[in-house]
């Protein structure tokens, strides 16, 4: 079975063709270094981390470029009038430093994020500010073109409607944008919709030379610069959050089609919004979480990693907290499992020969994933099996089979196998042994004995759940 996306552009399902056989070429927005990234930001990253997988776990090769924007991203930024403060030098004057230092250390705080996470690291993680001759390079190709124009003093603008496309993606065509505009004319601006290419503004701090005049460049022609460099010009994939879609991904199309770089991207595949408690994520309201503050109410990174994937990318998420303790035991059962598993396939007798069902489920496994990367439907598959195995555990070759089962899933999920560099995910020797002595037990139906040991392990912060797969334990959240 192909892998099948659901195509923002086309709004429908489509086999994944590579432009180049057996390659596949993929463009992930990143992260804007200017705070920890949120659970928001994840959910997108972790959309592309589970492409990659795929697409890799099908046999074709892969080149995966991510982007860093470490400069030109405004808290007020539509396609209109792209003004308003850039959200990394607010940071830098707060706290009274270069905005380069600061993107150095939110950079690294993302790529510290990402690997706790289990994200693949991609090939790519070209910055922003490493890549302003090929931003000045393709404005100039699009005034060429006359697609854009400069402004003395202000900068450079594109000329909407020079691209007959604009709204291709997002349906947010000039004829619809002109119908709902409330937006005030600049008379710098032929039309209200052109947006800038190249700005000057003696008051920002990251500057550069251009041909129009020291200044710096607009935050979409970042990244149609820096994946024409990376990818060349027509690619398979490019992914985001939606609110990429517009104004940034439509813009994306205006300058790389409008450069003429031809088709530019095949498939576009966007994450659905994150709420939190059913609501848009704010400080202001308590309920806005990064990765760090989850990591220091005791969630692994794994747990983490398996909440974020759990609900499909075009479905909106509810985050919850509750729900985030509910999916750390369900990662754990079959965590637990894979442990007994690799403890019952060294025993000798051969087993029973599960390989008829297990390559049933694989195969019902990876029809899920074909099919629009359906992880909930394929998480289903997995844990259904997974009760099966726990219910008469196999030992030897049949528990090696299982083992190899569950391998090929994590291949894709990385929940079960991968192990997390945090202290938190280790039991002491002693509460290992009390563990060992709590299953002895229960197999000897001394039902007292065991409760004593499971509020012994609970008074340590560690948390027992009994099911069919097996028993696993979770820290205290």
Not at 255 to 272: D, I, K, L, P
């Amino acid at each position: 079975m192909t892998l099948r996306l659901w195509n923002t552009l086309e709004n429908k399902l489509v086999d994944l063709e590579p432009v180049t056989p057996g390659e596949i070429r993929m463009y992930n927005c990143g992260p804007t270094v200017y705070s920890d990234p949120h659970i928001g930001n994840f959910r997108s990253f972790l959309l592309g981390d589970l492409l990659r997988r795929a697409i890799d776990q099908r046999g074709l090769k892969t080149t995966q470029v991510m982007n860093i924007t470490d400069v030109g991203h405004f808290t007020i930024d539509d396609v209109a009038d792209a003004s308003g403060e850039d959200k990394l030098e607010k940071k830098a004057k707060e706290e009274g430093i270069d905005p380069f230092e600061i993107a150095r250390r939110y950079e690294q705080i993302f790529h510290d994020n990402a690997a706790l996470l289990h994200l693949r690291e991609a090939h790519q993680y070209p910055r922003a500010t490493e890549h302003i001759p090929e931003m000045i390079q393709m404005i100039e190709d699009l005034i060429e073109r006359g697609h854009a124009y400069p402004v003395d003093g202000v900068g450079v603008y594109y000329r909407v409607h020079s691209f007959e496309q604009y709204g291709c993606l997002s349906g947010n065509t000039l004829e619809n944008l002109e119908s709902g505009s409330r937006i005030a004319v600049d008379e710098r601006k032929e039309s209200a919709h052109d947006f800038a290419l190249w700005k000057i503004d003696d008051k920002h701090l990251m500057q550069w030379d251009s041909p129009w005049g020291r200044g710096f460049p607009g935050w979409h022609i970042e990244c149609s610069a820096m994946s024409l460099k990376y990818l060349g010009g027509t690619f398979d994939i490019h992914t985001g959050g939606e609110d990429n879609i517009f104004p940034h991904h439509e813009c994306e199309i205006a300058q790389s089609v409008g450069a003429g770089v031809g088709e530019f991207v095949r498939t576009w595949v966007h994450a659905r919004h994150l709420l939190v408690d059913g609501q848009k994520m704010s400080k202001s309201k308590g309920n806005f979480y990064t990765i760090n503050d989850l990591i220091e109410r005791g969630f692994s990174g794994h747990e983490i990693r398996y909440s974020l994937i759990s609900n499909h990318y075009r479905q909106p998420m509810n985050f919850t907290i509750e729900g985030m303790q509910g999916d750390a035991k369900a990662v754990g059962r079959l965590r637990a499992l894979r442990q007994r598993l690799e403890e019952a396939m060294n025993q000798d007798d051969e087993g029973t020969d599960l390989s008829e069902g297990l390559e049933a489920s694989r195969v019902q496994f990876d029809a899920c994933i074909d099919d629009d990367l359906n992880i909930s439907g394929a998480l289903g598959v997995v844990h259904d099996c997974a009760r099966a195995i726990g219910r008469d555990l196999p030992t030897g070759a049949a528990a090696r089979q299982s083992i190899d089962f569950l391998r090929h899933c994590d291949e894709i999920l990385a929940v079960i196998f991968v192990e997390d560099s945090a202290p938190d995910d280790v039991l002491t020797s002693e509460q290992q042994q009390w563990m060992q002595q709590r299953e002895a037990a229960r197999a000897a139906r001394d039902w007292a004995l065991a409760d004593q040991l499971r509020d012994r392990l609970l008074e340590q912060g560690i948390v027992i759940e009994d099911a069919e797969a097996g028993t696993s334990w979770s820290r205290q959240r």
